[in-house]
């Protein structure tokens, strides 16, 4: 049974203040705002829940989000051929978006693609893109401007870890490697995307799919540690995505930027510096995310209103102790 609340505008003056929450200034406060809240709340009768009026506030409420705004429109999403990038390409495309996912694997966002529902008439493109050569990245996105007239959504997921440590001789190809997806694919997709957005005035979204550690560098339950440089090249993310905002405020775009940074979710990405056992190894010992957790918060975010700017959202699972 599913209860609707409609709170409705509080025609009231409230000053915030910083302070302690059992405060008698805050208890006061909020007594009052809880107060002024109740009175304006007028419950939907939840027998019609489901149906009738029920089921049109509930399509109301998701119009009001605003993924209606985005039906028609073109999303690029990197690595889109597993883990959080598949799911996010499936959840856009049944949200009635033509969605250009880039991997190097195209057979596996074929198969994808079978199974997507596009009854809002949305469309996948799966194309085959090796992020790490910007020319391929640039023949992509004349591609997308010629067949689709170009890009209103970023979706910069692709990410790569290799089993490695800093002090590894002869690991420069590596590392690099590394450096080349996780950042300067991200910034080459970005710099494109947003030039396409502005060719057409378009007030685009681009997201950042980050991670924990952008923000902070966890100590593994693993030996040798091998987080090597990926922590440098998501912290990296997280100064981009700031960047970014301050040069779109500068540029005065309408475009948005979000970080999305997930705590330990359950994908082969993490088979390669890991290996298949250590990782199943890993995702019984530790609570975990799916992909589609991942791919709910892009919605989200996606349906904010045009003047809300979520800069970062970071997501653990309950319990995750990193």
Excluded at 151 to 179: E, F
């Amino acid at each position: 049974v599913i209860v609707i609340l409609s709170v409705l505008e509080i025609n009231a003056n409230v000053r915030t203040h910083v302070c302690s929450s059992n405060t008698p200034m805050c208890s006061s406060l909020f007594i009052n705002c809880c107060s002024a809240i109740s009175n304006r709340i007028q419950p939907v009768n939840i027998t019609s829940v489901g149906r009738g009026r029920g089921r049109d506030l509930i399509e109301e409420q998701h119009s009001i989000l605003g993924m209606d705004r985005w039906r028609g429109k073109v999303a690029v999403v990197t690595g889109a051929s597993s883990g959080i990038g598949a799911a996010v390409a499936k959840d856009l495309v049944e949200a009635g978006m033509k969605v250009v996912g880039l991997a190097r694997r195209k057979e596996r966002m074929e198969e994808d693609a079978t199974k997507m529902d596009t009854n809002k008439g949305g469309k996948y493109y799966p194309m085959k893109c090796d992020l790490s050569q910007e020319k391929e990245i640039i023949n992509v996105f004349a591609w997308i401007k010629e067949n689709l007239g170009g890009v209103d959504v970023m979706i910069n997921n692709a990410g790569l870890m290799k089993m490695t440590m800093l002090t590894t001789p002869d690991n420069s190809a590596d590392l690099r490697a590394v450096l080349d997806v996780n950042v300067m694919a991200l910034c080459i997709c970005t710099r494109e995307a947003y030039n396409s957005m502005k060719e057409r005035d378009v007030a685009g979204y681009i997201i950042h799919i980050n991670s924990l550690t952008g923000h902070y560098v966890p100590i593994l339950d693993v030996i040798p540690p091998v987080l090597n440089i990926y922590p440098g090249s998501k912290h990296c993310v997280t100064a981009l995505t700031e960047t970014l905002r301050q040069e779109l405020i500068y540029l005065k775009s309408k475009t948005r930027i979000t970080s999305i940074s997930p705590g330990f979710v359950a994908t082969e990405f993490l088979n390669e510096p890991f290996g298949q056992e250590q990782v199943e190894m890993m995702t019984k010992a530790h609570s975990s995310l799916k992909p589609e957790d991942i791919s709910q918060s892009v919605l989200y975010v996606l349906g904010t209103p045009d003047h809300v700017q979520v800069h970062e959202m970071i997501i653990k699972s309950v319990g995750e102790k990193a």
